[in-house]
């Protein structure tokens, strides 16, 4: 199987920047996407950015021009750069990694990491 550990998270005061990581480990394993959720309290988890091994990303509205996600393939580590953060980016922040992993066969995983808390206030 594989899993995840995330890190980065913490306090920072309206208009910082934090960065996000994100590592897979496991036996033999191979990588599609990777992406970032959030979860507010009291709200639905929602993507915040994905990335593809084609290098095609893709943001949500809300942190467009704000957060760049980025993919070290080799390290197998997924990052999210947040800048320009404001109040209302205050959530739990989960990666997400799917792909396929080897035991007697390929078979599809798809994994989270355990949440980063980010808190925005001053």
């Known amino acids: 199987q594989v899993t995840l550990v995330e890190s980065g998270g913490g306090l920072v005061q309206p208009g910082g920047s934090l960065r996000l990581s994100c590592a897979a480990s496991?036996?033999?394993?191979?990588?599609?996407?990777m992406g970032w959720y959030r979860q507010a309290p009291g709200k639905e988890r929602e993507l915040v950015a994905y990335a593809n091994r084609a290098g095609v990303v893709n943001y949500a509205d809300s942190v467009k021009g704000r957060f760049t996600i980025s993919r070290d393939n080799a390290e197998n580590t997924v990052y999210l750069q947040m800048t320009s953060l404001k109040t209302e980016d205050t959530a739990v922040y989960y990666c997400?990694?799917?792909?396929?992993?080897?035991?007697?066969?390929?078979?599809?995983?798809?994994?989270w990491g355990q949440g980063t808390l980010v808190t925005v206030s001053s």
């Open positions: 496991g036996r033999e394993f191979s990588i599609t996407h």
């Open positions: 997400n990694v799917a792909g396929t992993y080897y035991t007697t066969t390929w078979r599809a995983f798809n994994a």
